[in-house]
């Protein structure tokens, strides 16, 4: 099913566009292109809204995407960014545990799934915020 998802999907992009993005390999390329050139808001607000021809794509490669950006938005040090982003990763992950465990989630769970997640986090709140908060 998937690779009739992908065919299908491959049919839509147009072969003749070379800024095409056909797969995940395609994504992290514009990822390392925008992080390089320090333009991650921009690809933020991209990725943030994609066009409705590649959401599918997007969905289907979620975890990755998200993960990718907050590697790179550490590499790249937009703190705040990064740190606005680690929270809404968090609070997306509890409510999939909410949901999971009928609203139950045990707080080991929470802070087992993706560890780098919360280690960004603590990198960008020691950049963002002074001693005395």
Not at 34 to 53: F, T, V
Not at 64 to 74: E, F, H, K, S
Not at 77 to 84: A, I, M, R
Request: proline fraction near 5%; charged fraction near 35%; include cysteine.
């Amino acid at each position: 099913m998937e690779t009739d998802c992908q065919s299908q999907h491959d049919a839509k992009v147009n072969q003749d566009d070379p800024i095409a993005l056909k797969d995940i390999r395609d994504l992290r390329f514009m990822a390392r292109i925008y992080i390089r050139q320090q333009r991650c808001e921009e690809l933020c607000r991209l990725w943030d809204a994609p066009p409705k021809s590649l959401e599918g794509l997007f969905r289907r490669h979620h975890d990755d995407l998200v993960d990718i950006r907050i590697r790179g938005l550490r590499e790249a040090g937009p703190w705040q960014l990064l740190e606005n982003h680690c929270i809404a990763t968090i609070e997306e992950t509890r409510s999939k545990l909410d949901v999971a465990n009928n609203d139950k989630p045990e707080p080991w769970e929470l802070c087992a799934r993706r560890w780098h997640v919360w280690e960004a986090l603590l990198h960008a709140v020691t950049h963002c915020r002074s001693e005395e908060e």
